[in-house]
């Protein structure tokens, strides 16, 4: 077997090229991704990309003129609040309008913002102006409709 | 962003990752030709710039219909590829046959069937629109092999169709028509099959209502089970499937319901169905019958123990008993290729094999990441998924972690349809990955006029 030093020397000289390449190939992909982890974030498909996990999250109707008390509705990819049918929770409400309030996951928190509704929207008794995180229990409260927000872990 | 961190466009790091691999291809020729001939032609240099040439060749195309694609995909795959061209160049001279040549065909029949995808998708959103079309095509391949006349039967699992000398595994074919079917169902119906949702005994359960596919994909996977008697195809099918739901719907739920369901299902046809039963009891017990039904896993585990860490070398492992015609690796061409690269290369050799599957899932998974619409994501998980897993399940079975079952080790192993179907795999990720970086570049959705040129 004159050739079996020579087989060797070509079996290694196989593995160093392949790991080399492999390693090259690891390298450059990691790079890649923290350059596009920090710039391209927000897309329309609601499908979540990383960042935050998304935590199981509901609103549950304390009290509402239509809605049944203890009715639960799940808040995967954001929802709407408001009288209008093309609300994802529609009711009514004297003191609602059409669109009144969204909430939606962020980043593996959920947030509520107003709608610039004709009587606004308080969360725990305060105002919300612009978005404001809703943590669980918070309370949700539309005009005579009001909601409690549960986060599961 | 043309330029990356290495200050290469995309393209450019595309074509300089192709020489180490057309490097790689010559150095295994030239190992196999020493070990077989004693002697080292410039033979093996030659292959290797064939080789070469057919990639860049390929590398162009890319260049100039799908410039922003994602530029580690086309090697990594070329490189498995080439793995299996020098595993199939050294079983030649043992099995007396051309299986490496035959293989070199597929893969260029591959490239070209590659470039015609391409050439004819650029608009892949038509794929939607078809989509009962492409279930339908991709059940019907999967019946195929049941079919009088054309269906053929391999060690009790009917996996393949004959029509005349053309020989063909038709579920590799069905699982790019079913992941382009799940992709788009759940893209239109995933927002229902969460806002529906009601918690039971603490358990988030999907509508009833929209639980429909889910039961209808257990219930394809258990059929494929028992009438077609694909262990390996119906695993994979169902693991993508599932990737699929929980990237749809961001539901850890759904997917261990769907586990349980497969569970509780598979042990049923386990306990009822005598091909599956034998197939099981081997994995658990293969010393039960060492010489017949445990042969072939038995085999394999002692030829990757005969590896070690760095393997025997190439040709250097023992394929066929001396001065007889028994396989002493029955089916190396296929279901035992990786064990034979193990054999050769080591443990170092079969964890490289390993790394090139985790980073194709990988840039496959930063498709999908980057894709800007719902059915590019899920088409690009469902495609990776569909890839990882069958590597999966065919490293699995001949390790003994999990029944072994004669699925194809993607790219790698012996045959025609497997080379077809996923350079076609590789054709869709690459079209979505070219729009999604495309958009990613010029900060907005492209427009779609010019699509269908």
Known sequence: ?153 | MGTGAVGLSARNRELLALIPVALLLTIGFAAVFAQNDSELGNLSLSYGLYFLAICLATHIYIRIRLPQADPYLFPLMALLTAFGLVMLYRLDAELARELARDQANWFVLGLILFAVVIHFLRDYSVLERYRYTIALTGIALLLAPRLPLIGTQVNGAYLGVKIGPVGFQPAELAKICIVIFLASYLREHRELLVVGARRVLGVTLPPLKHLGPLLVVWGAAMFMLIFIRDLGSSLMFFAAFLALLYVATGRLSFVVIGMSMFMIGAWVIYSTVPHVTDRVDIWLDPYQDPGGAGYQVLQSMFAQADGGLFGEGFARSMVVIPGGTDPLLPAAQTDLIYTLIVSELGLFGGAAVICVYLLIAARGFKVALMANDGFSKLLATGLTAVFAFQAFVIIGGVTRVIPLTGVTLPLVSYGGSSILANFILLALLLLVSNRARREARDGEPAASVGAWS
Request: a negative charge; zero cysteines; glycine letters at 12%.
């Open chain 1, 1 to 153: 077997m004159d050739f079996e030093p020579l087989s060797i020397a070509l079996k290694f000289a196989f593995l160093g090229v392949l790991y080399l390449f492999l390693f090259w190939i690891a390298v450059a992909a990691r790079k890649d991704l923290r350059r596009n982890a920090n710039g391209g974030s927000g897309d329309q498909t609601g499908i979540s990309s990383g960042g935050g996990t998304a935590r199981d999250a509901w609103l549950i109707v304390e009290s509402s003129d239509s809605l049944d008390r203890g009715s639960r509705f799940d808040l995967f990819g954001g929802v709407t609040l408001g009288r209008s049918a093309d609300a994802d929770i529609a009711f009514t409400d004297r003191y609602a309008s059409g669109i009144h309030a969204r909430v939606y996951p962020r980043a593996g928190r959920y947030f509520v913002e107003d709608m610039n509704s004709t009587n606004g929207t308080l969360l725990n008794g305060t105002p919300v102006n612009g978005e404001i995180e809703i943590r669980d229990g918070s309370t949700l409260a539309i005009g005579d409709t009001s909601f409690r927000l549960q986060i599961d872990d």
